[in-house]
């Protein structure tokens, strides 16, 4: 983190280094005395450097041959919401890296410098809006491109909003294409023709005002450079939606009966501490053996942890919402099984996100156990799972089954070692595993052993378990 006092000089320094261009400010209530704005001026630093909410974080002072970078984003608190925010500026920073090394195999010595800061505002003490707006530019070419990105954040609810939850784009369109017009009466028509609610992909909510920007080039035409138009919430009037009810389908005045009791025919699962556990967990799914799997644990009243590959989430979307919806629990195998110690601290990054991100769409709740495949850990696996705030997760019995495929081997080498405590690994993606898990669970289960999932395996462990630290059983 870095204190305040020095942050300003940091950013009057890249301003200066700036001194670009930037785009215009607009507000609808101001119309005519509309002037340009330097985003980065250095004499706007003081009212552009707006921290309302968090504290600043950054990517910055590093050595790097080709690029000097600074990227300035909040820390909010809020894990998941702070991991997307990270994860955006880590990816302005590859981008860059990207164009240089892209310049440089076209044999043009040349390098970078990235620029970005940020305002964060906060409103009624619920809504944080972050404004993110940076500048890239290289030796090689005349101008700096620019770029911006927008979150808004229900700090009640810990979650991300949605242009869609500030906004009835359906209605706020038009509002829109009429301030538009006004400001800019000479764009042709054909301007607005695929008008959608990707127009409000960065919007941003400050206090009274919703502000909204468009890069350079994106929606218009790119001589108008960066546009940032801020309107007043009133402007949109009944299609400004943030904080208000949802509508109902079937509305009704009369009130709904409450029912004293929840009948089910599932039976009541409990967790003695005071009995043996262990934790089954399943790679490299889901596929169509995980429900057959699924359907033992039910039977037994058991549960389990699958380890899943992010690149087989969404089509087995409905496999991935039965295992969280039952009770068992879905965890992080990376999106497509490399050998995350042979990769760079980003691509680590990304395999783990993308992953979460697949399993939160499905489930909404992101996974917080990794298995590295192939168990293969480095410091820098070590260091990406911590920034994740994600335990990784080893074995205490390898059945092995990927490579005997023998279910009575598989169940002979669990029932002759498992103890209180194992973790014991499987692959869900053989058929034999499901049949040898026909034997494997109700005889474990017959010798007094509660099977449970690897977080409630933890949960039980006389040390909280650290992120970013590898563990092999409870």
Known sequence: ???????????????????TTAGICFSRNNLQESIPVSLFAAEEVETMSVYEYGTVDSLTNKPDEDLIYNILFP?????????????????????????????????????????????????????????????????????????????????????????NDILNSETALPILREYITTLFPDLPSET???????????????????????????????????????????DFGDSFILGKPKPTANPTTEPTAIPTESPTSEPVRSIDPEKPMIALTFDDGPCEYTPLILDLLEKHNAKATFFVLGGLVKSNADTIKRIHDSGNEVANHSWNHPQLSKLSYNDIWSQIQWTNEAVFKITGAYPTLLRPPYGSVNSTVHTV????????????????????????RTYEMILEKVQNGSIILCHDIHEKTYEAMIKV??????????????????????????????????
């Open 1 to 19: 983190m870095i204190k305040l006092p020095f942050l300003r000089k940091i950013i009057i320094i890249a301003a200066v280094l700036l001194i």
């Open 75 to 163: 820390y909010v608190g809020f894990y998941y919401v702070d991991l997307s925010v990270k994860s955006w500026a880590n990816g302005v920073l590859q981008r860059a890296r990207r164009d240089v090394t892209a310049l440089k195999e076209q044999g043009i010595e040349t390098t970078g410098e990235i620029h970005v800061a940020y305002n964060s505002y906060l409103t009624e003490d619920r809504y944080v809006g972050i404004e993110e707006t940076g500048t890239f530019s290289s030796a090689y070419t005349n101008l700096p491109s620019h770029f911006v990105k927008t979150f808004n954040i229900d700090i009640f609810n810990m979650k991300l909003l949605s242009a």
């Open 192 to 234: 607005f023709e695929n008008m959608d609610d990707s127009w409000f992909k960065n919007i941003v909510i400050n206090k009274n005002e919703i502000i909204i920007l468009f890069e350079s080039g994106t929606f218009l035409p790119k001589d108008l450079g960066l546009q940032r138009f801020i309107f007043s919430i009133e």
């Open 385 to 408: 799972t911590a920034d994740f705030r994600m335990v990784m997760v080893y074995w205490s019995i390898d059945t092995r089954d990927w490579e005997h495929k023998d279910p009575e």
């Open 441 to 474: 669970i109700p005889d474990l289960i017959s010798q007094g052993y509660q099977l449970v999932t690897v977080s409630e395996l933890f949960s039980f462990s006389a040390e909280p378990r650290k992120a970013g630290q590898l563990y092999s059983r409870q």
